[in-house]
């Protein structure tokens, strides 16, 4: 039985793979949609997004890609408040795809940052929940952290791209030296 539509933002392939899987079994009809001006530089971007394509195209789920790569606006947010940065940052991408649910028909919207470790989890839900509030659609909330295994265990075999830092200039450096921004 079908509970409804639901429409992952998906930040990477890694993590795509199982949260995919996880809305398909609890009954909704997935479609994904990838939207990360934060993956900096461009070409890490586009590698990442061509892992996207393959993944999609294994698993056989649509993948919806926005136009353009929102660079600017991405600093224009962050740039002065670089320690709230992960807020922006998930504020900019659920955002657009609440709105591109809402737009396209979706019943409700989620994103394969649940499965990740690496991300703040309470503060990605906090944001999912303001974005449904404001916006006028659900947000689809589960903690998928212990699956992200799982997520590997698919991805594995297809040999895909696999990302070494977050995605943003200020997480490489993190990522490559002993620098925390706070
Ligand atoms: S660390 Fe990751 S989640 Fe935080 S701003 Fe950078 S890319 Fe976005």
């Known amino acids: 039985m079908k509970i409804g539509s639901v429409l992952v933002h998906c930040c990477c392939a890694h993590c795509t ?14 479609a994904s949609l990838w939207y990360n001006p934060n ?9 990442r997004l061509e892992a996207m394509h393959s993944l999609a195209k294994n698993l056989e789920f649509p993948l919806i890609t926005i136009e353009g790569y929102d660079i600017v606006d991405y ?4 740039v002065g408040d670089e320690v709230n940065r992960c807020r922006h940052c998930f504020n900019i991408r659920l955002s657009k795809t609440a709105e591109s ?10 994103t394969s940052l649940l499965i990740s ?21 659900e947000f689809l909330y589960a903690d998928l952290r212990k699956r992200y295994s799982d997520s590997r265990h698919i ?10 830092y977050c995605g943003c200039v200020y997480s490489e450096w993190e990522r ?6 706070e």
């Open 75 to 78: 600093f224009r947010r962050v």
């Open 176 to 181: 490559y030296s002993d620098v925390k921004i």
């Open 117 to 137: 470790h690496q991300q703040k989890h309470s503060l990605l839900q906090e944001v999912g929940d303001n974005i449904a509030r404001e916006k006028g659609i």
């Open 39 to 47: 993956v900096h530089p461009y070409m890490e971007h586009q590698r």
């Open 101 to 110: 649910a809402l737009r396209m028909g979706y019943d409700a919207f989620t």
């Open 17 to 30: 793979a199982y949260t995919i899987e996880h809305w398909r079994r609890q009954g909704y009809k997935v």
């Open 155 to 164: 991805t594995k075999p297809m040999d895909l791209y696999r990302q070494q």
